[in-house]
């Protein structure tokens, strides 16, 4: 895995990846992660796409996803 994540790769993408978090609303984290949630990919922030791949946040990631 590069680090896509990380330094330079950040300063191409909007405010350098940082923005409000869907999932948790916090404010200026890292929202370059991204997780499948019913097939469909989002992105969230590192702690919410640890708790979404444990099982955690199911109901607010499904909540995100639009409706297809
Ligand atoms: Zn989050």
């Known amino acids: ?3 896509t994540h990380r ?3 950040l300063k ?9 978090c869907p999932v948790c609303k916090r404010t200026a984290v ?5 997780v499948q949630v019913k097939d469909k990919t989002i992105k969230v922030c590192k702690t919410c796409k640890a708790s979404i ?6 109901k607010e990631a499904e909540a995100l ?3 297809s």
């Open 1 to 3: 895995m590069g680090k």
């Open 65 to 67: 996803v639009p409706a």
């Open 7 to 9: 330094g330079k790769g």
């Open 12 to 20: 191409d993408q909007v405010r350098q990846g940082r923005s409000e």
């Open 53 to 58: 791949s444990h099982g955690k946040f199911q």
């Open 30 to 34: 890292k929202v370059v992660f991204e």
